[in-house]
């Protein structure tokens, strides 16, 4: 079964400087998607960046962007120029590539506090 | 218009009772699906639903009963609830290809007494 590990359950960032959230997965499958969301106090779940593991690209999504080592299994998430409306609970996600597995296997979460 | 909506927002009942959660979608998504949010933030799948057919069951209660008149709509029934089952319900859609994400209802937050 895939597992997604988020070490970090606090990080804080001081408004407009960057941070870098961390995330680990494993898996047996070659072929897969991951996902960043974001769970801000309205609990709504609002997708940030996804990523797919056959590309080596790393997706960027104006301020945010991903750091994917494939070979290691991690999928970091890089917010750039931070602002107060970021703050807010983060998940890494994974979703397998096989038909029936397509669900999101979510991590810990990851509580950002943004410091005026 | 919202995309994925669930109803009840808040549910607050006594231990013993039976209730559902209604979700419905506008998107013409052809997979469902129902998460569970527990009290420390930890989102787990619980059932998905594609063209009305149940592909995934995770290991839940059989008092968790999901239903899907047709493909726009997943049903979650909730029989002799327990303390344990308090949480936030999500309710989520996406289209069948691996990559597509997936669209978040705004969550039901059910309080068990």
């Known amino acids: ?116 | 218009d919202t995309a994925v909506s669930q109803t009840p927002k808040y549910l607050v009942t006594q231990m013993g009772n039976d209730k559902s959660i209604k979700c419905e979608q506008n998107l013409g998504h052809d997979t469902m699906y129902w998460y569970k949010q527990d009290s420390k933030k930890f989102l787990k799948i619980m059932f998905s639903y594609n063209n009305k057919e149940l592909i995934i069951n995770e290991t839940v209660p059989n008092r968790f009963s999901p239903k899907s008149p047709d493909k726009a709509h997943l049903n979650l029934h909730i029989n002799s609830l327990e303390l344990g089952d308090s949480a936030v319900y999500f309710c989520a859609s996406s289209l069948a290809g691996q990559n597509e994400k997936l669209f978040f209802g705004s969550g039901t937050q059910l309080s068990v007494l």
């Open chain 1, 1 to 116: 079964a895939q597992t997604v590990t988020q070490s970090q359950p606090e990080m804080s960032v001081q408004e407009a400087e960057t941070v870098t959230l961390s995330c680990t997965y494993d898996t047996s499958e070659s072929d897969y998607y991951l996902f960043w969301y974001k769970q801000p106090p309205s609990r709504q779940m609002i997708l940030v960046i996804r990523q797919e593991a056959y590309k080596q690209q790393n997706a960027t999504e104006n301020r945010f962007s991903v750091n994917f080592q494939k070979a290691a299994k991690s999928f970091s998430l890089k917010i750039s120029d931070s602002q107060l409306g970021d703050a807010a609970m983060y998940f890494c996600a994974y979703k397998g590539a096989n038909f029936g597995n397509e669900k999101l296997t979510f991590g810990t979460g990851t509580r950002l506090t943004i410091i005026p």
